[in-house]
Each structure stands twice: as structure tokens, then as C-alpha cells.
């Protein structure tokens, strides 16, 4: 394990799933959070959830944490949650995981066109959006570690979903150009492309739908948060991985 880095993490879309777990992480791993939420579809108790996190990590883990209410696809509300994280903790981001995405499951000829533009808004541009904010903090530092969530999407490509598979490839590519320009200033940006996760996102699919998914996956099951956590936890303290995508999958790519 590589020594933390000075400094502080944010995770957008961090009240559950995939985020959460990351937040635990990292806190375990002694940074202080901003824990991003947004009351969506799936969940109108964001807020609680949210904060019920950050109480438990302060808890559990002595670190600091606060909630901050952004949408991604709106970059004053990206400022306002980088400015909030900064005024916590100070001008030293260490970590960015931009890890908010949305998906819908439609063929695209039957899309409509504000629901593929939200997706791209969301999965990518707001990745972009937070990207764009913490650069100045880190470039000024020389260090830091930004992880984009991608997906096998992104990787394969799904059929249903060429939107979030674009969105999601988009995010790879923006991965590999960013590791490039970003090098010199010891700021490493990386990828992680999950496969079938344990999520709000499986438990909403059909039984059946979810035993086909275990099927074609090699090691016959479906994956948990813990995993990509785990991931996470690896990239950021693999001094010399830059621009790579690692997607924990079962083996559903190979």
C-alpha cells in the first residue's frame, strides 16, 4: 500500500451502490469525503441516506465527512460542491471519483432524444463537468487520482443500451487523453468498467433476466459493491497505473 495522499476524496453519486462503498473505502483509508447525492427516481430519501453515511464513516473511521446536494449535468452545482469539499477540508483534493451515471435499458431507435441526451449529460459530460473543477487544485498540488466509472458498455457494447455504451466508452477514451495531458503534474486518471454488480440497477431487473446475466458470466454469479471498492482502492494506490480501464466483471468480456 502507497502512502495516502494529502488531501481529501469527493464521489459524485455516493449515497449507495457503488458510491457508498467507495466512501467507506476511502475513508478506511483516512481521507476525509464529500459525499454527493441527488434525489432521483429510484430514491426519494437521498438526503437521509446520505447523511446517515457520512455519520457513519465519522463514526466508524474518524474522518471527516459532509453531504452536498449536485446534480452533475449542472456545473454551478459542480462548483458548489467542489467550493463546499474546500471549505471543509482545504484546497487539497486528493481524489475525484465520478461515479454518478444513470441507464434505461431501450432500444435506441425507440429512445427519445432528451432521454439519450440526459444520458450523455449525466454518464459523461458531468464527469467532465467534475473533472474540469478539481483540475486547478490538483495541478496546483502536483498530485492527485481521478477515477471515472465506466462499464462493460463501454468496453463491448450492450444492445439496449447504445446510449450508455456511449456514454460510458466516451468516458474511456476521455480516461486515456487526461492520463496523457496529466502525467507530468503526478496526476494519474484511470478507469473502472464493472460488470453485473449487486446494485439498485440488478435488483430492479426481472428474476429471470438476472439468472441469464449469472449464466453468461464465467464465474456464474454476480458481483458486489465490495469488489469495485476494491478496485478503487488499488488504483489509487498504484503509483505507476495510469490510463487504464480494469473492469471486474466475472469474466463477461473474455
Do not use: W
Not at 481524489?95 to 440526459?118: H, P, Q, R, Y
Not at 455504451?165 to 495531458?181: D, P, Q, R, V
Amino acid at each position: 500500500m502507497s502512502k495516502k495522499m494529502d488531501g481529501f476524496a469527493i464521489v459524485t453519486g455516493a449515497f449507495r451502490g457503488l458510491g457508498a462503498a467507495m466512501i467507506r473505502q476511502l475513508a478506511k483509508e483516512g481521507y476525509d469525503v464529500v459525499i454527493d447525492y441527488i434525489d432521483d427516481q429510484f430514491d426519494s430519501n437521498a438526503v437521509e441516506k446520505a447523511q446517515a453515511l457520512a455519520d457513519e464513516v465519522k463514526k466508524e473511521y474518524g474522518v471527516g465527512a459532509i453531504i452536498v446536494k449536485a446534480d452533475v449535468t449542472d456545473y454551478a452545482q459542480c462548483q458548489k460542491m467542489v467550493d463546499e469539499g474546500v471549505k471543509a477540508f482545504g484546497d487539497k483534493i486528493a481524489v475525484l471519483i465520478n461515479n454518478a451515471g444513470i441507464a434505461n435499458g431501450t432500444l435506441f431507435a425507440e429512445c427519445k432524444k432528451e432521454d439519450f441526451e440526459k444520458m450523455i449529460a449525466v454518464n459523461l459530460v458531468g464527469s467532465m463537468y467534475c473533472t474540469h473543477l478539481v483540475l486547478p487544485y490538483m495541478m496546483k498540488a502536483k498530485q492527485g487520482c481521478i477515477i471515472n466509472q465506466s462499464s462493460v458498455g463501454g468496453v463491448m457494447g450492450v444492445a439496449t443500451q447504445a446510449d450508455y455504451s456511449a456514454s460510458k466508452a466516451g468516458l474511456i477514451g476521455f480516461t486515456k487523453a487526461l492520463a496523457k495531458e496529466l502525467g507530468g503534474f503526478n496526476i494519474r486518471v484511470n478507469a473502472i468498467a464493472p460488470g453485473m454488480i449487486n446494485t439498485i440497477m440488478i435488483a430492479s431487473q426481472r428474476p429471470e433476466d438476472v439468472e441469464m446475466l449469472k449464466s453468461v458470466t464465467p464465474l456464474g454469479k454476480i458481483g458486489e459493491p465490495s469488489d469495485i471498492s476494491n478496485c478503487m482502492s488499488y488504483i489509487l494506490n498504484a503509483d505507476f497505473l495510469t490510463g487504464q480501464t480494469i473492469s471486474p466483471n466475472g469474466g463477461l468480456t473474455i
